[in-house]
Each structure stands twice: as structure tokens, then as C-alpha cells.
T-cell receptor
């Protein structure tokens, strides 16, 4: 249906380690998958996105992978830094129907320990 | 470029009182969204505008919530009367529109507390 399942809900890593957050969905019409970072007291900020015709996208320490067959996508952060600590949300958007509306996961609180 | 601007940042009201939130989107962005974010949850869409037209308000509780976007720029979201369960962060976002995958840019939200 509509939901996006996001795991884990909390993640604690040591500075320099990698962090991986996974999301699954069921609507095969989804074709756009952004990731947002939300710091305390601020609105979500887009950090990376991927479209359904691409399997992987990378931007410096951040990468996103998409498996459309299995209907899951993941955020990978390498060489984590304390400033990466925040809540991360995955989202999906349908192409058609409610075109233009993002459906968000429940978020992952990432803590990077120095 | 200036980001999405929302005001006020915080609002505390008693239940049954009215409240209004204001949003100024990024200049040139035709699409405007209002989202509600409950504590520990992801944002949930309330209403989406394409220019001045509300094209999706299916999740807006119309008995107490209303919204308008005059002249297709600024937007106001109103709750009357407010209930305890309305306590949340109300986020406004805008996007250039034109394609189905235009990125959304969020404001910092208005945190509403209903007592």
C-alpha cells in the first residue's frame, strides 16, 4: 500500500565507521526515492535522491542503492562524522495518481560517537 | 537563494482556540505543500497546491483545517478550533514543479502546542 518501512529506528556508530539505513515499499508505481536529513529544530533537508531507472548514485560520502525488483532502497554513509548525527528519512513518490506527493518513512535517528 | 520561510516558529494555544501558520515559498516555485510531523514520525501530507489550486487535499481534516494560497505565492494554514491532538510540527515545502520528480525544499516548521 502507501507505507514505506524504514529500519533501523535508531543507529549508533563510531566515528569513521559506515552507517546503512534500509527502506522497503510495496507500490511498484513508485519511481522517485529521496533521502532527507533532519537536524533538531529544523526542517528536513534533501541529501540525495535516486530515480527508478538508476540502480546506484553516489555523492562524496553518501550513496543510495535501489533494487526495484525487491522494492527496497538503502542509504550508505561512509567515514561517518559527528555532524552526520541527525534523523534520516527515506521517502517515495508515485508517478501518476497522487503525483507529486512524497510518502515518508518513520525515520532513523543516527548517532555518531566521536 | 532564500529558503522556504515559515512563521511563527512556535505557537502555544489552549484547545478550542484558532491558530494560523504562514509560509513563503522559494521564489518561482509553483508547487507548495503543507505537511504535519508528529513527534518521532515522518512528515505526512496535508495539502498540495499547484499555483493557487489545491490539487490534493484528501488528507486535510476539513472540519477544522483550512488553507489558502492567494495569488499562487504565500500560503496560510488555519486550524479552528484546535484540539489537543493537533500538537505537532507543521512543515511547509515548495518545489519548482514541472516534472513529477522536482525536489522538495522544506522550511523549518511551526511547532504547535495545544494545552
Amino acid at each position: 500500500g502507501e507505507n514505506v518501512e524504514q529500519h533501523p529506528s535508531t543507529l549508533s556508530v563510531q566515528e569513521g565507521d559506515s552507517a546503512v539505513i534500509k527502506c522497503t515499499y510495496s507500490d511498484s508505481a513508485s519511481n522517485y526515492f529521496p533521502w532527507y536529513k533532519q537536524e533538531l529544530g529544523k526542517g528536513p533537508q534533501l541529501i540525495i535522491d535516486i530515480r527508478s531507472n538508476v540502480g546506484e548514485k553516489k555523492d562524496q560520502r553518501i550513496a543510495v542503492t535501489l533494487n526495484k525488483t525487491a522494492k527496497h532502497f538503502s542509504l550508505h554513509i561512509t567515514e561517518t562524522q559527528p555532524e552526520d548525527s541527525a534523523v534520516y528519512f527515506c521517502a517515495r513518490r508515485n508517478y501518476g495518481g497522487s503525483q507529486g506527493n512524497l510518502i515518508f518513512g518513520k525515520g532513523t535517528k543516527l548517532s555518531v560517537k566521536p | 537563494e532564500a529558503g522556504v520561510v515559515q512563521s511563527p516558529r512556535y505557537k502555544i494555544i489552549e484547545k478550542k482556540q484558532p491558530v494560523a501558520f504562514w509560509c513563503n515559498p522559494i521564489s518561482g516555485h509553483n508547487t507548495l505543500y503543507w505537511y504535519r510531523q508528529n513527534l518521532g514520525q515522518g512528515p505526512e501530507l496535508l495539502i498540495r497546491y499547484e499555483n493557487e489550486e489545491a490539487v490534493d487535499d484528501s488528507q486535510l481534516p476539513k472540519d477544522r483545517f483550512s488553507a489558502e494560497r492567494l495569488k499562487g505565492v504565500d500560503s496560510t494554514l488555519k486550524i479552528q478550533p484546535a484540539e489537543l491532538g493537533d500538537s505537532a510540527v507543521y512543515l511547509c515545502a515548495s518545489s519548482p514543479g514541472g516534472t513529477a520528480n522536482s525536489p522538495l525544499h522544506f522550511g523549518n516548521g511551526t511547532r504547535l502546542t495545544v494545552t
